[in-house]
Nanobody, 124 residues
C-alpha cells in the first residue's frame, strides 16, 4: 500500500508564491509517476502537473504552465509543487497522486493512490 502525505498549503495573496510537498511511502512508489491535482468548490478535480519516475519528464496543465514547477526527489521519494504568481482561480484543495502506469496519466483515473489533500487559498 502506498501512502501520500501533502503539506504546505495555506492562505496567500494574489501574486505570492507557495510550495507544496508530498512525501510518498510504501509499495514501489519510487518507480511510480507522481502528480498533483486540484479541486475547487463546485468543480471537478483537474490535473495540475505530473512527473515520471525518473524526474526527467514533466507535464503541466495549460493554466499553470510557466507559473508552477514540479520536482521530484527519489532519495526522499517526494514531489514538490512550486507555485508562483498565484491567482484567485488557483484556490482549491490540492492532491498528490501516484500512478503505476508506464506512461504518465493526465487524468485522475490513471492514478492509483491519493493523498488527503491540502487547502490553498489565494485572496485577490
Amino acid at each position: 500500500q502506498v501512502h501520500l502525505v501533502e503539506s504546505g498549503g495555506g492562505l496567500v495573496q494574489a501574486g505570492a508564491s507557495l510550495r507544496l510537498s508530498c512525501v510518498a511511502s510504501g509499495g514501489r512508489v519510487s518507480s511510480y509517476a507522481l502528480g498533483w491535482f486540484r479541486q475547487a468548490p463546485g468543480k471537478e478535480r483537474e490535473f495540475v502537473a505530473a512527473v515520471d519516475w525518473s524526474g526527467g519528464s514533466k507535464y503541466y496543465a495549460r493554466s499553470v504552465r510557466g507559473r508552477f514547477t514540479i520536482s521530484r526527489d527519489n532519495a526522499k521519494i517526494s514531489v514538490d509543487l512550486q507555485m508562483n504568481s498565484l491567482k484567485s482561480e488557483d484556490t482549491a484543495v490540492y492532491y498528490c497522486a501516484a500512478s503505476s502506469r508506464v506512461t504518465v496519466p493526465g487524468l485522475d483515473g490513471g492514478y492509483d493512490f491519493w493523498g488527503q489533500g491540502t487547502q490553498v487559498t489565494v485572496s485577490s
